[in-house]
């Protein structure tokens, strides 16, 4: 719901403030004073193309704010929120949301959405959660045949829920079998060189076979046995220091090490000191006889084979390098690429029974799809005929008495995720005339009057919270514009409903009367708008009766408009 809208240097508007709120609002005014200013404010709110032409001789920019209460979980709120936007808490579930449209004189725009900047495109998307806007030249509701193919499933409701819902579950199933049957059959020739390829890589790598880690444990035993008899000869003259064969026995370290341990423990118990390092000379004793021990096991390990095991080994590194090479960067890649492919080549290879059993589902998802589509057009054709009815009846009651809407429910050959039909609203202006689509051979008036008309048939079934009509009245009079007053109060009781009305008898029927003024001061004209109560309500039905504000004849016929209408001045 619109709670407040403001204008700046639009049009003939230098600044106003219109107060909407719950209900019916009916905005009326002089011819010129700018009543079509405040619909083309708010169009520029809910995303409509910005022209800087219209913004107020002497300005530089237009400016428009919007001050709308939405539910504070609902769809719009969210995607506010999703947009970078706040809204603030205003009780009862609601939120308030601030929108506002810039207009500069060299003709770009800008929109805010929740205090935050946001594309014109935003507002356009909020718009058609927030607002219905019935014109003369725009009739923006019913504009398309998939929007009247809408209206009639909201319509139909319940009845057509359960089997829509039925039916879309089948046609999302068949279409998704049936894209993946089109894939794997177009790309048949492709994924079976896919498989040969995939086959063939595998069978290599499992014929290497390579194990994780293998590659840096090959390279270094390669380093190792390249430099067998460097290591060989390092080890045993090491060995040969340590604990040497020779007759010269006094030069290894371990008979060193004998000597040094005897001369100590011979005088040990003089000094316990002493004592503790003839102890530490021991030690070093046994280790370096278990390190003589080993570099002699080391220097024993290396024997004639080692060049020919450095060959083997090289031999397996270039098989290695190849793989990595191929499905590399490095061995685990290949590994990986060994179980990834084999999965891969398991799915190709049982393309043929995935494509057998794609076919099977397929052709009897086709056969449910058609039955269901038949069921929906049924309750469609059946819901349409209500519709026709129900509008028909209400256009009888605003002057247009002869007037029939008739809903056309056609099968296409080509089945959509609502259906197989094509819904068309169309309007026979008298018995005998050839039906015709709405906005075809209907004055702007009428048009108005027949939107009027289906929105409140749909009303009860298609809830909007804002409905908003230019002109509705246009071209009628007398008892028909009542009827028209009254019909809009009918739909202000599920909505908040706003009207642009030069008629008292519309007029009469608003819970909220707002007057767009007029004054002039040098060469520009500027409106403000002003809410009518008490004798100034009375005094504005007047002058749309009379054209004299202070008629006596005009103020009767006021007063008695609203006493019939059931509001109060």
Do not use: C
């Not at 011819?31 to 910005?50: D, E, I, N, S, W």
């Not at 028909?392 to 080509?414: I, K, N, T």
Request: charged content about 30%; glycine content about 8%.
């Amino acid at each position: 719901m619109i709670e407040e809208i403001g204008i700046r240097d639009l049009g003939v508007i230098g600044e106003a403030t219109l107060p909407l709120g719950p209900g019916f609002t009916a905005l009326t005014g002089e011819t010129g004073a700018g009543k079509t200013m405040v619909v083309t404010a708010l169009g520029l709110l809910l995303g409509a193309r910005a022209d800087a032409s219209a913004i107020r001789k002497g300005s530089d920019r237009a400016v428009v704010d919007g001050r709308w209460l939405v539910p504070e979980e609902g769809a719009v709120a969210e995607r506010v929120r999703e947009a970078g936007g706040d809204l603030d808490p205003a009780g009862d579930g609601r939120a308030e949301l601030l929108v506002s449209r810039t207009l500069a004189g060299e003709g770009r725009s800008r929109a805010a959405v929740g205090g935050r900047s946001a594309p014109v495109g935003l507002l356009a998307e909020l718009a058609d959660q927030l607002v219905v806007v019935h014109g003369q030249s725009d009739q923006i509701r019913l504009r398309t045949a998939a929007a009247q193919r809408e209206a009639l499933d909201r319509y139909a409701g319940e009845r057509l829920a359960g089997p829509l819902a039925d039916y879309q579950t089948a046609y999302r199933r068949w279409t998704a079998n049936r894209d993946e049957l089109d894939q794997l059959i177009a790309e048949r020739e492709q994924r079976a060189a896919e498989a040969a390829e995939l086959r063939a890589a595998v069978a290599e790598i499992e014929v290497v076979a390579p194990q994780p880690g293998e590659q840096e444990e090959l390279e270094a035993r390669a380093l190792r046995l390249g430099n067998a008899e460097e290591l060989r000869v390092a080890a045993a003259q090491a060995h040969e220091l340590l604990s040497s064969e020779s007759p010269d026995e006094t030069r290894d370290v371990l008979s060193l090490l004998d000597g040094a341990r005897r001369l100590l423990d011979r005088v040990a118990e003089l000094d316990p000191e002493l004592s503790a390092l003839a102890d530490t000379v021991g030690n070093l004793s046994f280790l370096a006889a278990d390190a003589a021990t080993e570099l002699a096991s080391y220097a024993a390990g290396f024997d004639a084979d080692s060049a020919r095991e450095l060959e083997v080994v090289q031999h397996r590194i270039a098989e290695l390098a190849v793989l990595v090479r191929k499905y590399g960067p490095t061995l685990e890649d290949a590994i990986d690429f060994l179980d990834t492919g084999s999965r891969r080549l398991l799915e190709l290879d049982t393309d043929e029974d995935r494509i057998a059993a794609l076919q099977s589902d397929v052709d009897a998802d086709a056969v449910v799809v058609a039955e269901l589509a038949e069921t929906l057009s049924v309750v469609r054709s059946e819901a349409g005929a209500d519709l026709a009815a129900a509008v028909s009846a209400e256009l009888s009651a605003l002057a247009m008495p002869d007037a029939q809407l008739m809903v056309d429910v056609r099968g296409r050959e080509e089945f959509t995720l609502a259906g197989r039909d094509s819904v068309q609203l169309l309007l026979q202006p008298h018995p005998g005339a050839e039906p015709r689509p709405l906005g075809r051979g209907a004055s702007g008036g009428e048009l108005s009057r027949i939107m009027l008309a289906i929105e409140v048939v749909l009303a009860a079934s298609d809830p909007v919270p804002t409905f908003v009509f230019d002109e509705v009245d246009a071209g009628v009079g007398g008892a028909a514009a009542i009827e028209i007053g009254r019909r809009l109060g009918r739909l202000a009781e599920s909505a908040q409903v706003i009207v642009v009305t030069h008629l008292a008898q519309v007029a009469a029927f608003a819970t909220n009367h707002l007057r767009v003024e007029k004054d002039r001061s040098g060469a520009v004209t500027e409106s403000s708008v002003r809410r009518l109560d008490g004798d100034e309500r009375v005094a504005e039905m007047a002058r749309l009766l009379s054209g004299l504000p202070d008629s006596e004849t005009g103020l009767a016929h006021a007063r008695e408009l609203l006493e019939l209408s059931g509001t109060r001045a």
